[in-house]
């Protein structure tokens, strides 16, 4: 009996791509990782991931791996997993290459994804280089996305800080507001920005020149995550929960608890 295997070629003679492809369902893909990351569930995350990954390498589906491994990429730097969050990076790059993806919207993503990763790593000039990249994809393309944008360059002034290129971090900063001004709901990832900013000053100047500036910029952070318009869902709890600590460091401890106990009463359903 002839199998169908016998008579479909797998690859594509000219360009050595899959013609028998099974795609995964991308968008629910992101929906229950969304579900799983408001509960902190990072092993179910994991979990996930890892199946649908291998659901998209028997598949053939390419394009559905690339945004897998780009969602691995960002687990492992949560999770504090280098060695995996490289391997996934490593690999994420190739499929660029192997997609033709190079100058596209997904290359930008992918670029910024990995060099986010670097930078959280300690691996900042590598991270420079592929922000650079990014920015030369996002910048140039007339559909780049305001939220793209404002994250690649909120995350690009966080290397500079750390390569303590301060000036070019500060225009970055500026930069990523006026972008996320442009973006619903956008005041979170303002808020962000203006902490990173603060740490940015205290960096440069030291904690008693900037604390004056420190102070200022803090305000503005907390006015911001208190906008009653803000969706109060996962993705505010985990922004409640990374920006506490900087309150805390900074003396600001009503607001630190508050933003503590919007998060717990998110993740638990209240």
Same mark, same amino acid.
């Given at each position: 009996m002839i199998e169908r295997e016998d008579y479909v070629e797998q690859r594509c003679l000219l360009c050595d791509e899959p013609t028998d492809v099974k795609p995964v369902p991308q968008q629910r893909i992101i929906e229950k990782m969304d579900d799983y990351m408001s509960r902190r569930d990072y092993d179910g995350a994991e979990r996930h991931l890892k199946y649908w990954l291998e659901e998209a390498l028997l598949g053939h589906d390419l394009r559905g791996e690339l945004m897998i491994r780009n969602e691995l990429v960002g687990h492992y730097r949560k999770v504090a997993n280098k060695d995996q969050a490289y391997l996934h990076a490593k690999e994420a790059l190739t499929l660029i290459e192997r997609l033709g993806f190079e100058g596209t919207i997904s290359s930008g993503t992918t670029y910024t994804n990995i060099a986010t990763a670097c930078n959280a790593f300690g691996d900042d000039e590598r991270a420079l280089e592929l922000f650079e990249k990014a920015r030369a994809v996002y910048e140039t393309s007339t559909v780049t996305r305001p939220d793209l944008l404002g994250g690649l360059y909120n995350n690009m002034a966080l290397t500079c800080v750390s390569l303590k290129r301060f000036a070019e971090a500060d225009k970055l900063y500026? !930069?990523?507001?006026? *972008?996320?001004? !442009?973006?619903?709901?956008?005041?979170?990832?303002?808020?962000? *920005?203006?902490?990173?900013?603060?740490?940015?000053?205290?960096? +440069?100047?030291?904690? +008693?020149?900037?604390?004056?500036?420190?102070?200022?910029?803090?305000?503005?952070?907390?006015?911001?995550?208190?906008?009653?318009?803000?969706?109060?869902?996962?993705?505010?709890?985990?922004?409640?929960?990374?920006?506490?600590p900087s309150f805390e460091y900074y003396g600001y401890f009503l607001a630190a608890n508050t933003l503590k106990e919007r998060a717990e009463k998110i993740y638990a359903g209240a």
């Open positions: 500026q !930069k990523a507001l006026d *972008t996320m001004k !442009k973006v619903p709901n956008g005041e979170l990832e303002q808020a962000i *920005t203006y902490l990173n900013m603060a740490d940015a000053l205290v960096a +440069e100047k030291g904690e +008693e020149e900037a604390e004056h500036e420190v102070f200022d910029l803090l305000d503005k952070a907390y006015d911001l995550l208190d906008t009653p318009s803000v969706p109060r869902n996962g993705y505010y709890a985990f922004v409640c929960e990374k920006c506490a």
